[in-house]
C-alpha cells in the first residue's frame, strides 16, 4: 500500500522561510506523479496552490513555490505570513484515475 | 461553483446517495472526484469518473459498496453509497479534475455520519 508522506507539523517565523516536504514510503516522487499542493484553513474547503510540480493556480502569491528536493516533492513559502497559517496537504497522481494524498502539514507562523 | 448535498445523518449498513451540481464550469469537459475528509484527519480520495462516464476508478476501502456516476446534461455528479460504515463519516467533496491530474475546483461539502 502507497503511503504518502509528509511532515505532521511545522514551525516558520512571519517573513521567514519555509520548505515541506512529500515523500513516497517506498520509491521516489517525481515529475510522472503530477504532485499538487493544497491549503486547507479550519473550517473551509481546501484549495489548489500549486500543481504539476510547480505550477502556481490563479491567484496563488508568488511566495509559494513548488520543485523537486531529491526524491521528494516539496513546497516553499518564502516570506511567511500569519495567514498561511493552514494545513497543507500533497497529492500524488499514482495511476490512471486513482490519487493518493499524504497525511498533511499543520504549519503555525508565529 | 459546485454545490454537494444529500448527506446526513444515516445508520450503519445503510445508503445514501450525494449529489454535485455543476455551474459556470463546462462540465463535461472534466474529469469528476470525490474527495473526503473525516473529522479532525486529512484528505482521502474517493472516486473518480472520466469525462463521458465510461471510467470509474475508486479507493480500495470504498470498492464495491459506492458507485460514481454523472450525467453531463444535467451538470451533475453523483455518489451511491450503500453498505455506511462508521468510518465513512467524513465531509464529502465534490472536485473538477483539470488537465495536469490536480484538483481545480472544490465545493464546500456535504457532511455524512454514520453513528456507531
Known amino acids: 500500500q502507497t503511503v504518502v508522506t509528509q511532515e505532521p507539523s511545522f514551525s516558520v517565523s512571519p517573513g521567514g522561510t519555509v520548505t515541506l516536504t512529500c515523500g513516497l514510503s517506498?520509491?521516489?516522487?517525481?515529475?510522472?506523479?503530477?504532485p499538487s499542493w493544497c491549503q486547507q484553513t479550519p473550517g473551509q474547503a481546501p484549495r489548489t496552490l500549486i500543481y504539476?510540480?510547480?505550477t502556481r493556480s490563479s491567484g496563488v502569491p508568488d511566495r509559494f513555490s513548488g520543485s523537486i528536493l531529491g526524491n521528494k516533492a516539496a513546497l516553499t513559502i518564502t516570506g511567511a505570513q500569519a495567514d498561511d497559517e493552514s494545513d497543507y496537504y500533497c497529492?500524488?497522481?499514482?495511476?490512471?484515475?486513482?490519487?493518493?494524498f499524504g497525511g498533511g502539514t499543520k504549519l503555525t507562523v508565529l | 461553483h459546485l454545490v454537494e448535498s444529500g448527506g446526513g445523518l444515516v445508520q450503519p449498513g445503510g445508503s445514501l446517495r450525494l449529489s454535485c451540481a455543476a455551474s459556470?464550469?463546462?462540465?463535461?469537459?472534466?474529469?469528476m472526484s470525490w474527495v473526503r475528509q473525516a473529522p479532525g484527519k486529512g484528505l482521502e480520495w474517493v472516486a473518480n469518473i472520466i469525462l463521458d462516464g465510461s471510467e470509474r476508478y475508486y479507493v480500495d476501502s470504498v470498492k464495491g459498496r459506492f458507485t460514481i456516476s454523472r450525467d453531463n446534461a444535467k451538470n451533475s455528479l453523483y455518489l451511491q453509497m450503500n453498505n455506511l460504515g462508521v468510518d465513512d463519516t467524513a465531509v464529502y467533496y465534490c472536485v473538477t479534475v483539470a488537465s495536469g491530474y490536480y484538483f481545480d475546483n472544490w465545493g464546500q461539502g456535504t457532511p455524512v455520519t454514520v453513528p456507531s
Open positions: 517506498s520509491g521516489s516522487v517525481s515529475t510522472d506523479l503530477y
Open positions: 459556470g464550469v463546462i462540465f463535461r469537459s472534466y474529469w
Open positions: 504539476n510540480t510547480n
Open positions: 497529492v500524488l497522481y499514482m495511476t490512471r484515475g486513482h490519487w493518493v
